[in-house]
């Protein structure tokens, strides 16, 4: 299995965009470099130059992780377009709330292991089994940079 395989990414907000132990900047630095001009929080995504092409937020679906409910949901919404489960890689912090539930629906994912220097699970549950974990890195940053340089060997 390769980060390449996948063509569409989902990953859930607090913990693996907004990293609250060290914040989201350091982890979208390489982005706002991309912009060339001076961010605040609330300047919009196209400034970034970065699309989503779905947001599924809990107020949305009506239900909070680790609840089945939200990748139903996804799942349903992303087959809507035509996207195949292989084709997903789900890219979270939380064993808890995400790959627990994420490897019971057979997602590959991808843990952002920010805590891999600390015992214990953080702001988390321990989730009582370790959920299959396709890819490890320390940050969004690292992980950024794995699949552009394996995307470079293409």
């Known amino acids: 299995m390769e980060l390449t ?12 965009l907004i990293d609250r132990e060290s914040g989201i900047f350091a ?7 991309r912009a060339r001009v001076p961010l605040s929080r609330d300047q ?10 779905a947001i599924f937020t809990a107020e949305g679906i009506g239900s909070y992780k680790p609840s089945p409910r939200n990748f139903e949901y996804m ?9 195949k489960k292989a084709k997903i890689l789900h ?23 920010r805590r891999y220097s600390q015992p214990g699970f953080g702001a988390t549950m321990n989730p009582g089994w370790q959920p299959n974990v396709a890819f490890r890195f320390n940050s969004m940053a690292d992980f950024a940079k794995a699949h552009q340089e394996a995307a470079a060997k293409r």
């Open 27 to 33: 982890g979208l630095k390489p982005l706002i470099e």
């Open 91 to 113: 890219t979270a912090e939380s064993l808890f709330h995400d790959h627990k539930p994420a490897s019971e629906f057979g997602l590959a994912s991808c843990w952002i292991y």
């Open 5 to 16: 395989d996948f063509d569409t990414l989902t990953f859930d907000c607090y913990g693996t």
């Open 75 to 83: 799942l349903e919404k992303l087959g809507e377009r035509g996207i």
């Open 44 to 53: 919009s995504n196209a400034r970034l130059q970065v699309a989503f092409d």
